[in-house]
């Protein structure tokens, strides 16, 4: 697990790849993260977002960067991808979980009658790792 907030990320990724980056990086947070996706991100590597802290919000690209790299950007909104994509993704998910693949860091559990400050702590940002609520 990498702190982002105390620790390099990029030379983290850097060294735990030999200096190639990473392929994809999946984030909920583009716009503060593009400095650090960037170089965190191999040769031709993908960047997909699908969340934004603003329905306004607005990105603005380093293109000397993004070309150096030869970066894909993929946006992605969650309520127009078909169900049946979204039932593959859950599966292969869940195949990592089983396979010991993933193992998601929990930061915070709460009651489902706390759901507002659960949302307030994902929006924060302070909770490192997944929130859950639960009934």
Same mark, same amino acid.
């Given at each position: 697990?990498?702190?982002?907030?105390?620790?390099?990320v990029a030379s983290i990724v850097l060294e735990a790849t030999e200096? @190639?980056?990473?392929?994809?990086?999946?984030?909920?947070?583009?716009?503060p993260n593009l400095d650090i996706n960037l170089a965190c991100l191999?040769?031709?590597?993908?960047?997909?977002?699908? &969340?934004?802290?603003?329905?306004?919000?607005?990105?603005?690209? !380093? @293109?000397?960067?993004a070309m150096m790299h030869g970066c894909v950007f993929r946006f992605?909104?969650?309520?127009?991808? !078909?169900?049946?994509?979204?039932?593959? &993704?859950?599966?292969?998910?869940?195949?990592?979980?089983?396979?010991?693949?993933?193992? !998601?860091?929990?930061?915070?559990?709460?009651?489902?009658?706390?759901?507002?400050?659960?949302?307030?702590?994902?929006?924060?940002?302070?909770?490192?790792?997944?929130?859950?609520?639960?009934?």
């Open positions: 697990m990498i702190d982002r907030k105390s620790e390099d200096g @190639l980056g990473v392929d994809h990086i999946v984030d909920v947070a583009l716009k191999s040769q031709g590597g993908v960047i997909s977002a699908y &969340a934004t802290a603003n329905a306004t919000d607005e990105l603005s690209i !380093p @293109l000397l960067k992605v909104y969650i309520y127009n991808v !078909p169900d049946e994509l979204k039932q593959i &993704a859950i599966a292969d998910i869940n195949s990592c979980l089983e396979a010991g693949y993933y193992s !998601p860091k929990i930061g915070l559990n709460m009651p489902l009658r706390n759901i507002v400050e659960a949302h307030e702590a994902l929006e924060s940002s302070n909770v490192i790792g997944k929130v859950l609520v639960h009934m």
